[in-house]
Each structure stands twice: as C-alpha cells, then as structure tokens.
C-alpha cells in the first residue's frame, strides 16, 4: 500500500473518529437537557411573579434583579447588568369597548390598546365603523366615507398558511400602521382585529407607530371573536356606534439593563458567541413563549455545556435583552457597546420564536458562512431539528449585523400554535411543554457547540 493511500486511509479514519466523537457529545447533550428541569422551574417563576414586564415598567425592573439572581447560581465567570433608557408607555388600567346599537342592543368588546397608541379623551370615542379588509379597500372609499368614524381592519389571517409567519406577516401591517394611514382620510381612531390565529376572547397587543400622519389617532386590538361579532352586528345594523375608550400614556424615560452572563474563552478569549432571549414582555402577558422561554433556553446552554463537562474555547455571552416589543433599546445598545469596544463576535443566536418542537435554524449570514454552517445540519438529524434555512435571525442581534462578518441565528420550532399565544393573556407559563423548551435548548447547545469547537469557516 503506497504512504498516499494510507495518509488518506488515515485521514479518513481520524475524520470518522472525529464525527462518531461529536455525535457522542450532541447527544450527551440532549441527555444532559432531557434529564434537566431546572429552565422549567425558573420560567414558572418568571412567569408567575413577573409577568407583565414591559420596558419601563415596574416588573421589568423585577424581573431583571430575578434573572440576575439566577444567572449568579449559574456559575458563571461573571453576571453583571448593562444600562440602557427605555421609553414608558403605560396602558393605564382599564380599556372599554362597548356596541352601541339599536337594532341590537349594548354589547361589550374586548378590545386594548396597542404599544405606542395615545390614548382616547376623557369621554372615550363614540363613532360610526367602516369595516374594511385592505389599505386598497380603504383608499377606494375615501375621506368622505371615513371622516369621523372608526375604521376597523378586520382581515383574518391566513389558516391555510402552514407557516404562521408568513400568515402574519400579510395582515401585521394593519396593526403597524394602520392608524396612520387611517388619519390620513379624518378616521377617529382604529380597531384592529387581533393578529393570532386562536379564535379567542383575548385582544392580541403589539406595537404601532405613528408614520407620516397628519394626526396621531388612538389604535385598539379586539379579539378575534369579538371582531366577528361586530362584523356580524354591522350586516344588522351598518349605523351602529362603538364606543372606546383608553388611558394609555407615555411617563419619563426609565432606567433599564440587559442582564448579561459571560464565561472567557479557553483559547480564543477575544472572539464572542453571544446566545440570548428578550427579558420584556407586553404587559398584558406571562410572556411564557413569548420569551421569557427564550431566556431560560439561553441559559440552559450554559448550564448544558457545564453538565457534560464542555469548556467553550471561544468567549460565551448569555444575554437577556431589554425592550425587544417597543424599541430593542437593549440590543441596540449591546451592538453598540461591542462595537465600541471592538470585540469579535463570530456567532449570534436567538430564541424568540416561541418554545414549541424545535425544527432546525434560520440564519443570516455571507454565503461562504452559510455553506459552513450548513455542514453541520446532519448532526440534528436524529432530534428532528436539520431544517437549516436562511430567512432572517432575532430582532435584538440583529443589530450586531453590521459586524458584516458575523453568523446570526435564530431557534426556529413548530410555529402552528406560536400566534395562538403572542402578545396575549393566553401566553401563560402553562402552555409551555417542558420536553420541547429542553429539547430547543439542547438545539441550541449544540449548535454553540459546534461553532465554538470548529469555528465558522477553513
Ligand atoms: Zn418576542
């Protein structure tokens, strides 16, 4: 046998030892995060004594010194928290939404305000409903058909979509700025029927903005069976009156942290891998998928890298970030201060997709990256996560983008049931399924692993 064919014979060897190796280690950690409940246990006090924790409120502030407190028994390096100033918008306790007919009678909506919206005056909103499906079908009926009334968006999303992503991806647009182009033809405020895909009497919140609008009108979420309801009630009676009514304000800028846990790399301590889920919810929520999930999935890698006893060569940052549902001013603020201090990241990923059966990754990143970091798809195989596809990552690592030469990732799961949930009373800590958040953080593990082991490119 001549030395080339047993160099080759030989790499060959050491290449299988070194896969049949890794293969061993991914699925000591799926083990490691199956036999572990901790995450769970965390999220459930999350959840249930922060919930409502938007950017600037009170239980943000909470719920920062709680995962602080955590993430300090997670021996970590180091834990500490990093400034940034939130805006404070506050709902303002209770929001009305009434049907003033008199065909058939008072019925009361379910309805709340939207992030950002103003509020109503004092007396609340008492006005005529255009119902309409599209921004088209609201130009063609004009200011003459608008002035003065509410226009109701009441376009259901798409059930036949498989993916709910896309299917809220057509309507969320209402929601965005749908105010603002409403005022443009004299509306009085908006109602916005809730983008999810429950049939439920939960209003679904987000955020709005005011956008080249001659007025800023206020904006309403109503439930989806409420919306029907409505829609119903306007066949009967086209000249019914709904009344509405808010208190929601902006108070001063707050202080604000992300809450940061860092371990230093073994051999490469100046390049970062940075895992991270947003720490605020909408006030009207648990935030259990939405994500406070996200949160403990992230520290769970951690946690998962310890049990097997791995040591990241690279630097590793579990990042808990403010503010992901008005501003991302936390991860606007942590881009910055990396960038401001030079460092290298190789590697962004983010769980913000809710805590469901995790399928695979969606990544953002150079084709010469991708192609790398799609030689690693087989490894997932086995735990039904190998779909790697490349449509965009996290909201607040998104802003480490222009580092042009970083990997973003983002957990992608099952998203059949993720805007059943979204930003609503319905996102509660009990429908989170413990075998699926473990399994994402394993998914997530992994994929650290491998980066931080093989690096991103030859
Ligand atoms: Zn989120």
Redesign the pocket.
Known sequence: MNTLKISIITSYCLLLVSCNTDKTEIARIYSAAQNDSTSYYILRGLCKNYPNRLGGSANSIRAIDYMKSIMEQEKFDTVYLQECTVTHWDRGGEEIGTIKSNKVGSTRLSVCTLGNSVGTPNKGINAEIVEVKSFEELEKLGEKAIKGKIVFFNKPMDATKINSFEAYGEVVGFRFSGASVAANYGAEAVLVRSVTTANDTFPHTGVMRYENTPKQIPAFAISTIHADILSKQLVDDPKLIVHLKSNCKFLADEKSFNVIGEVRGSEFPDEYITVGG?LDSWDNTEGAH??GGGCVQSIGVWRIFRDIGYIPKRTLRVVMFMD??MNQRGGRKYAEMAKQKGEKHIFALES?GGCDKPKGFSFDTKENHLNYINSYKNFFEPYGADQFVSHGAGVDIDFLKEDHDIILGELMVDPTHYFDYHHSGYDTFEHINKEFLQQGSASMATIVFLVDKFGVSE
């Open positions: 947003h939405d994500d992901e549902e913000d």
